[in-house]
T-cell receptor
Framework: GAVVSQHPSRVICKSGTSVKIECRSL??????MFWYRQFPKQSLMLMAT?????????EQGVEKDKFLINHASLTLSTLTVTSAHPEDSSFYIC???????????FGQGTRLTVV | AQTVTQSQPEMSVQEAETVTLSCTYD???????LFWYKQPPSRQMILVIR??????QNATENRFSVNFQKAAKSFSLKISDSQLGDAAMYFC?????????????FGSGTQLTVLP
């Protein structure tokens, strides 16, 4: 199956700083990438959908200025958590699909801890 | 909007036995895809099985099979000969077949414990 690599897997940052998370499709061109947030023992909550070369579409309640998403190429999307605060601590997961695919391929996830 | 409901927050099964996880969904669309994903403690999402709504035949992948009841909007997952490695959180997911939208709508998940 297709491989999606997410980096870093774990990051600890100080409150007020920004953190960038990368999501790469290694062996296919990802026309669409998705960013999810997951709290412990809960389901995945879609934050935003990004298509290559266009602005991301954010779900209701997700601050676009807080969670900056860039999908500059067909193999890379980034999520930047700006001015992070402890309440932003969570598990973030990306997934990617190609035009011809029906299924989504997931990255390994990033555990963000803001101290 | 579509919704996916998993009514069993936790399930347990004895090793080598069979367990069925329930999933219902609500949609007004006639064509769509349904998935079961597994999330082990590593938290990597792994696709277990996929069903296309226009196919009447239930999907099967080795020890995993589904019971897809389109009229009832039900999509249960049966795990046969359960193994310790099957212990994980299982999510049911829906995806529309229309348009360019490919986002998944997930259920709340079922935590499966496999007892030795």
């Amino acid at each position: 199956g297709a491989v999606v690599s997410q980096h870093p897997s774990r990051v600890i940052c100080k409150s007020g700083t920004s953190v960038k998370i990368e999501c790469r499709s290694l062996d296919f061109q990802a026309t669409t990438m998705f960013w999810y947030r997951q709290f412990p023992k809960q389901s995945l909550m879609l934050m935003a959908t990004s298509n290559e070369g266009s602005k991301a579409t954010y779900e209701q309640g997700v601050e676009k200025d807080k969670f900056l998403i860039n999908h500059a190429s067909l193999t890379l999307s980034t999520l930047t958590v700006t001015s992070a605060h402890p309440e932003d601590s969570s598990f973030y997961i990306c997934s990617a699909t190609a035009t011809s695919n029906t299924e989504a391929f997931f990255g390994q996830g990033t555990r963000l801890t803001v101290v | 909007a579509q919704t996916v409901t998993q009514s069993q927050p936790e399930m347990s099964v004895q090793e080598a036995e069979t367990v069925t996880l329930s999933c219902t969904y609500d949609t007004s669309e006639s064509d769509y895809y349904l998935f079961w994903y597994k999330q082990p403690p590593s938290r990597q999402m792994i696709l277990v099985i996929r069903q296309e709504a226009y196919k009447q035949q239930n999907a099967t992948e080795n020890r995993f099979s589904v019971n897809f009841q389109k009229a009832a909007k039900s999509f249960s997952l049966k795990i046969s000969d359960s193994q310790l490695g099957d212990a994980a959180m299982y999510f049911c997911a829906y995806r529309s077949a229309y348009g360019s939208a490919r986002q998944l709508t997930f259920g709340s998940g079922t935590q499966l414990t496999v007892l030795p």
